[in-house]
């Protein structure tokens, strides 16, 4: 009887080690979504930017397929 009251407490003491673990890391996950919600990281760029690509470029049907097979794009 001694050994399965031991059990019992061990098994308790882990439960609650569980539950601890898990409370600290949801309540982490949620002060990161909170600290970063408002974080825009596709802001306009300022200052001496340039643009790189261009999406008005017309590319033939083939070139495009080309594209895709080589890149994936």
Request: hydrophobic share 40%.
């Amino acid at each position: 009887m001694r050994s399965f009251a031991r059990y019992v407490k061990d098994v308790v003491k882990l439960f609650v080690l569980f539950v601890l673990c898990t409370s600290i890391f949801y309540f982490g996950l949620q002060a990161m979504h909170s600290e970063y919600q408002d974080y825009h990281r596709y802001d306009p760029p300022e200052g001496n930017a340039l643009k790189v690509s261009s999406n008005n470029i017309d590319y033939d049907w083939m070139d495009r397929l080309s594209i895709l097979f080589r890149l994936g794009e």
